[in-house]
């Protein structure tokens, strides 16, 4: 049996962008009916993870006011489902590892765009803290727990009166 490296995970870069009420970001993915989740995607070659972050921040919504707040202190991985492995970044990977920044919305949501770029997403919306466990896939329930746990007292921290 192989052993499991880091080789093994895509490079990639979480976002839990909030507003100023302390809601979050999420997204409905246009592939996968009522899968919601936060926007994420991959580092090119030789990108720093908090540039890759705003870059897809800007890619994946059109937000491009907004400020990093907080970071993971570690990167968090999750496996896709063995069906998608063979589906997925051409079968290279097993999975993703992550990192995941507190990102503050500095705009108003009329700045929100999912078509900026190649839409990923079909409608959106902001959620409490605590629904997003039950908004996203299955198999990425115990990294959101673990984004959740680390970021969510950032994101409270932040709006407190």
Do not use: C
Not at 37 to 42: A, E, N, S
Not at 79 to 97: M, T
């Amino acid at each position: 049996m192989k052993t499991v490296t880091l080789e093994d995970y895509r490079p990639g870069v979480g976002l839990m962008l909030f507003d100023r009420k302390g809601r979050v970001f999420v997204a409905r993915r246009n592939d996968t009916p009522d899968a919601w989740q936060m926007p994420q995607g991959g580092i090119d070659e030789g990108e720093d993870p908090r540039i890759a972050a705003l870059r897809e921040l800007a890619e994946e919504t059109g937000v491009t006011k907004a400020e990093i707040v907080g970071e993971s202190a570690d990167w968090i991985a999750y496996d896709l489902p063995e069906d998608l492995r063979k589906k997925v970044w051409k079968g290279r990977y097993r999975g993703q590892r992550q990192k995941w920044y507190a990102l503050r919305h500095l705009g108003k949501d009329s700045d929100i765009d999912l078509n900026a770029h190649e839409a990923e997403f079909d409608a959106w919306r902001w959620a409490a803290l605590d629904e997003l466990e039950t908004l996203i896939v299955p198999f990425k329930r115990e990294l959101y727990r673990r984004v959740v746990a680390e970021l969510g007292p950032i994101v409270r921290k932040a709006v407190a009166p």
